[in-house]
């Protein structure tokens, strides 16, 4: 009897809350239509496609016409359509409640769309945590696919991972495949031949088993190099002829057609995992470098070690980031809003914002941009803050308050008006990590950290070969004759030179930060973390008094003089004000001299702002002594009273006043981040430097105060849910 195989692929196609309109069309030209074009050329092969619900969104609005082919493969069963969270969130990162939400709601989606409740769920990025069958189950979902490491680490050998098993929780029992090493390191990158004589080496007489792949649709034509590889070279039509041409002994199935017909094989319990690339990823600069090393090494001597080796699990990206932490920390607090809510179209507008505040992407960061791109950062921001706005509605939001905000066993302070809301971390320098303006659903203090990435190494490497025999480092190159390089292999960057601009912060980028600089710093120390001779930016500050306008916060700090610390004290008072579409924010500080000798420093506040001002985008731009430039452009001058700022497509507009006049020197952030296109540059929000050079004698003191009148032009209450309410940049980089 001839042996036989099944193989049951599922292509998941993503696009996140605020992508541009643009880089989606470019997608779907590349990847989304010519796999529908190729399955409607093909129809003996039948597999099963994820869609998450921007992308479907999206696809109503500009291409009805797809999904109505769409829905005729799922009419004659050639396609099985998976369900999964509707904003593609991680569901391990959400309240059990949201879970629900996401997956209830995708399903309700799906099946107005075409017909057909999902019986299965992708898993974003697969993190899988061993409570999730709970949520999944309560959802409406049978089965779910993870990756081979999941099953690595529950002990399932290679051998064994053709077919799908059983896991519970809590009594709810649910079906996961996993995928076929070989077949995600063969499709789409080694030839046919390969991926047909690897399917035909594990087949059996029984016809028993069967082969599951679940990858990213846009390694068919959208990552680098593929779309010549799958469609201009026709690497797909050469696979899906070849399916056809084996129909007698290579059967094509869906996942919920092969659970019809076939018993799982075996149980299993899977502990938390995603991917190997995201444990590497989640782990720490020096430690991912020393992993990657070391699970080369054992892949390369083959021993039998490397299938124990895992990174750290995708919730250390919250400690990695600090960002990523007040992102998610804020989400849950808008879902707690959310939650208390009375039910009615209010809570329901409030909850879809929540829901797409709960996309995936900036809450992690690895080969692609994550956390690192501003719009997409911005985009969850902004439904976040609309939830809690909605939520919140006109009643008088806490303010005053001393409440533990990153949930780090520190309090912090919450400031908040009809206008703003605006977080303060006294254990770190009292900076503000969190200013929202509540009518434009902006965050004006969503500035990235740079900080150093394991992939940094690669970035220094590239340019030294560059400037060399201009050859990329190892895994540059194509993977060998027939075949493509994967994504994960593949080094690029997009522009020369990036290793100058590796720069990294000292602190984290709050803003209203106390620093007491080297009196001859010259004004490109704003982007170059300039040497600090005080510990008020870093520091711990203590609060003495609290209001629901005001906090004053005091610090016993030093300068340092040569080889000695001089005792200072700082106090500092923050301020809010204004109405819903004018509000105001000021600080003022004060230090004291408290030690025997003078000092002579530059006093300065610092003020991170991002605007979205990206690739010189002319709508972003800020304003000094009769000069305005690009947002992200370098401005300098001296003795100022006032400043301004703005972004004109958001309607945002700040106007700084200076207490007393002071020199004002801003400078962009710029990260130097990975993609799936290769390195860039990326504009993360711009730094502002106000302050002059004071000289103390024992006992004197000195002022600085800087106050922002914002004005916000449209009210954007009646936003539609899901709206990344933010403005596009001109270019990434």
Same mark, same amino acid.
Not at 175 to 203: C, D, K, M, Q, W
Not at 352 to 360: F, K, R, T, V
Not at 393 to 405: N, V, Y
């Given at each position: 009897?001839?042996?036989?195989?099944?193989?049951?692929?599922?292509?998941?196609?993503?696009?996140?809350?605020?992508?541009?309109?643009?880089?989606?069309?470019?997608?779907?030209?590349?990847?989304?239509? #010519?796999?529908? /074009?190729?399955?409607?050329?093909?129809?003996?092969?039948?597999?099963?496609?994820?869609?998450?619900?921007?992308?479907?969104?999206?696809?109503?609005?500009?291409?009805?016409?797809?999904?109505?082919?769409?829905?005729?493969?799922?009419?004659?069963?050639?396609?099985?359509?998976?369900?999964?969270?509707?904003? /593609?969130?991680?569901?391990?990162?959400?309240?059990?409640?949201?879970?629900?939400?996401?997956?209830?709601?995708?399903?309700?989606?799906?099946?107005?769309?075409?017909?057909?409740?999902?019986?299965?769920?992708?898993?974003?990025?697969?993190?899988?945590?061993?409570?999730?069958?709970?949520?999944?189950?309560?959802?409406?979902?049978?089965?779910?696919?993870?990756?081979?490491?999941? +099953?690595?680490?529950?002990?399932?050998?290679?051998?064994?991972?053709?077919?799908?098993?059983?896991?519970?929780?809590?009594?709810?029992?649910?079906?996961?495949?996993?995928?076929?090493?070989?077949?995600?390191?063969?499709?789409? +990158?080694?030839?046919?031949?390969?991926?047909?004589?690897?399917?035909?080496?594990?087949?059996?007489?029984?016809?028993?088993?069967?082969?599951?792949?679940?990858? %990213?649709?846009?390694?068919?034509?959208?990552?680098?190099?593929?779309?010549?590889?799958?469609?201009?070279? *026709?690497?797909?039509?050469? +696979?899906?002829?070849?399916?056809?041409?084996?129909?007698?002994?290579?059967?094509?199935?869906?996942?919920?057609?092969?659970?019809?017909?076939?018993?799982?094989?075996?149980?299993?319990?899977?502990?938390?995992?995603?991917?190997?690339?995201?444990?590497?990823?989640?782990? #720490?600069?020096?430690?991912?470098?020393?992993?990657?090393?070391?699970?080369?090494?054992?892949?390369?001597?083959?021993?039998?070690?490397?299938?124990?080796?895992?990174?750290?699990?995708?919730?250390?990206?919250?400690?990695?980031?600090?960002?990523?932490?007040?992102?998610?920390?804020?989400?849950?607090?808008?879902?707690?809003?959310?939650?208390?809510?009375?039910?009615?179209?209010?809570?329901?507008?409030?909850?879809?914002?929540?829901?797409?505040?709960?996309?995936?992407?900036?809450?992690?960061?690895?080969? +692609?941009?994550?956390?690192?791109?501003?719009?997409?950062?911005?985009?969850?921001?902004?439904?976040?803050?609309?939830?809690?706005?909605?939520?919140?509605?006109?009643?008088?939001?806490?303010?005053?308050?001393?409440?533990?905000?990153?949930?780090? *066993?520190?309090?912090?302070?919450?400031?908040?008006?009809?206008?703003?809301?605006?977080?303060?971390?006294? %254990? /770190?320098?009292?900076?503000?990590?969190?200013? %929202?303006?509540?009518?434009?659903?902006?965050?004006?203090?969503?500035?990235?950290?740079?900080?150093?990435?394991?992939?940094?190494?690669?970035?220094?490497?590239? %340019?030294?070969?560059?400037?060399?025999?201009?050859?990329?480092?190892?895994?540059?190159?194509?993977?060998?004759?027939?075949?493509?390089?994967?994504?994960?292999?593949?080094?690029?960057?997009?522009?020369?030179?990036?290793?100058?601009?590796?720069?990294?912060?000292?602190?984290?980028?709050?803003?209203?930060?106390?620093?007491?600089?080297?009196?001859?710093?010259?004004?490109?120390?704003?982007?170059?973390?300039?040497?600090?001779?005080?510990?008020?930016?870093?520091?711990?500050?203590?609060?003495?008094?609290?209001?629901?306008?005001?906090?004053?916060?005091?610090?016993?700090?030093?300068?340092?003089?040569?080889?000695?610390?001089?005792?200072?004290?700082?106090?500092?008072?923050?301020?809010?004000?204004?109405?819903?579409?004018?509000?105001?924010?000021?600080?003022?500080?004060?230090?004291?001299?408290?030690?025997?000798?003078?000092?002579?420093?530059?006093?300065?506040?610092?003020?991170?702002?991002?605007?979205?001002?990206?690739?010189?985008?002319?709508?972003?731009?800020?304003?000094?002594?009769? /000069?305005?430039?690009?947002?992200?452009?370098?401005?300098?001058?001296?003795?100022?009273?006032?400043?301004?700022?703005?972004?004109?497509?958001?309607?945002?507009?700040?106007?700084?006043?200076?207490? #007393?006049?002071?020199?004002?020197?801003?400078?962009?952030?710029?990260?130097?981040?990975?993609?799936?296109?290769?390195?860039?540059?990326?504009?993360?929000?711009?730094?502002?430097?106000?302050?002059?050079?004071?000289?103390?004698?024992?006992?004197?003191?000195?002022?600085?105060?800087?106050?922002?009148?914002?004005?916000?032009?449209?009210?954007?209450?009646?936003?539609?849910?899901?709206?990344?309410?933010?403005?596009?940049?001109?270019?990434?980089?």
């Amino acid at each position: 009897m001839t042996p036989r195989i099944g193989l049951a692929l599922t292509l998941h196609n993503h696009q996140p809350v605020g992508n541009f309109g643009w880089v989606i069309a470019e997608t779907y030209e590349h990847a989304y239509l #010519p796999m529908l /074009e190729a399955l409607e050329r093909h129809p003996g092969v039948r597999l099963a496609l994820h869609y998450t619900g921007p992308l479907v969104t999206w696809l109503r609005a500009e291409h009805p016409e797809f999904l109505e082919r769409l829905a005729a493969l799922v009419a004659r069963d050639q396609v099985e359509i998976v369900g999964g969270g509707w904003y /593609e969130p991680v569901l391990a990162s959400l309240p059990e409640r949201d879970r629900l939400a996401q997956l209830r709601r995708m399903a309700d989606e799906l099946e107005r769309q075409f017909g057909r409740r999902p019986r299965g769920a992708w898993l974003a990025e697969r993190v899988w945590e061993p409570d999730l069958p709970t949520a999944l189950v309560d959802g409406g979902y049978e089965w779910t696919i993870l990756d081979d490491a999941h +099953f690595r680490a529950a002990a399932i050998p290679e051998d064994a991972l053709w077919g799908p098993y059983t896991t519970d929780d809590q009594g709810k029992v649910l079906t996961v495949y996993g995928t076929e090493l070989g077949l995600r390191y063969h499709i789409p +990158f080694s030839p046919v031949e390969a991926v047909i004589e690897h399917l035909r080496a594990n087949a059996t007489e029984a016809g028993d088993r069967v082969g599951t792949m679940g990858d %990213d649709g846009e390694k068919f034509g959208a990552w680098p190099t593929t779309y010549e590889h799958c469609w201009t070279n *026709g690497w797909v039509d050469e +696979f899906f002829s070849a399916l056809e041409s084996n129909a007698d002994w290579l059967h094509t199935v869906t996942p919920s057609r092969w659970l019809d017909e076939h018993a799982p094989i075996g149980r299993v319990y899977l502990p938390t995992g995603s991917y190997a690339e995201m444990g590497e990823w989640a782990l #720490p600069a020096d430690e991912a470098l020393a992993y990657h090393q070391a699970l080369s090494d054992a892949r390369d001597a083959h021993r039998p070690e490397e299938r124990w080796l895992r990174g750290a699990m995708w919730r250390n990206f919250q400690v990695r980031y600090r960002e990523i932490n007040d992102l998610h920390k804020q989400m849950l607090r808008a879902s707690a809003l959310v939650e208390a809510m009375p039910a009615g179209p209010r809570r329901e507008r409030a909850l879809d914002h929540l829901l797409a505040g709960q996309s995936n992407d900036p809450y992690w960061h690895g080969l +692609f941009g994550g956390i690192y791109l501003p719009d997409l950062r911005l985009a969850n921001h902004a439904n976040l803050i609309a939830a809690e706005d909605v939520a919140i509605g006109d009643t008088t939001p806490d303010s005053g308050i001393e409440i533990d905000l990153d949930l780090d *066993g520190k309090p912090e302070v919450l400031l908040a008006d009809a206008g703003q809301i605006v977080g303060i971390k006294p %254990d /770190e320098g009292a900076g503000i990590g969190r200013w %929202d303006l509540r009518a434009a659903r902006f965050a004006l203090a969503a500035v990235l950290r740079r900080r150093p990435e394991a992939y940094h190494a690669k970035v220094r490497q590239l %340019d030294a070969r560059e400037r060399g025999d201009g050859h990329v480092p190892d895994g540059g190159e194509a993977a060998g004759d027939g075949e493509a390089a994967s994504i994960h292999d593949i080094v690029m960057s997009k522009q020369t030179g990036l290793s100058a601009h590796l720069a990294y912060d000292r602190d984290e980028r709050r803003s209203g930060l106390l620093r007491l600089l080297p009196p001859d710093v010259a004004p490109d120390g704003v982007a170059a973390a300039a040497e600090e001779l005080g510990d008020f930016a870093s520091g711990a500050w203590t609060v003495a008094d609290l209001s629901p306008t005001t906090i004053r916060l005091v610090r016993d700090g030093t300068v340092r003089d040569g080889d000695d610390a001089v005792p200072v004290r700082g106090e500092k008072r923050i301020t809010i004000g204004g109405g819903r579409l004018d509000p105001t924010l000021g600080v003022e500080c004060r230090i004291t001299n408290q030690g025997d000798r003078p000092v002579r420093v530059r006093l300065a506040l610092e003020w991170s702002t991002m605007l979205l001002g990206g690739g010189g985008n002319p709508a972003a731009w800020s304003e000094a002594d009769g /000069e305005k430039v690009a947002h992200d452009a370098v401005l300098t001058a001296d003795g100022l009273v006032c400043y301004a700022a703005g972004n004109d497509f958001l309607g945002i507009r700040l106007d700084t006043t200076l207490e #007393p006049p002071g020199d004002v020197w801003i400078a962009p952030i710029q990260t130097v981040s990975n993609s799936e296109g290769g390195f860039e540059l990326v504009y993360q929000g711009s730094a502002a430097l106000v302050g002059r050079i004071v000289e103390l004698t024992p006992g004197a003191t000195a002022t600085i105060g800087i106050r922002h009148a914002a004005s916000v032009r449209t009210d954007a209450a009646s936003a539609a849910p899901g709206d990344a309410a933010v403005a596009p940049a001109a270019s990434a980089e």
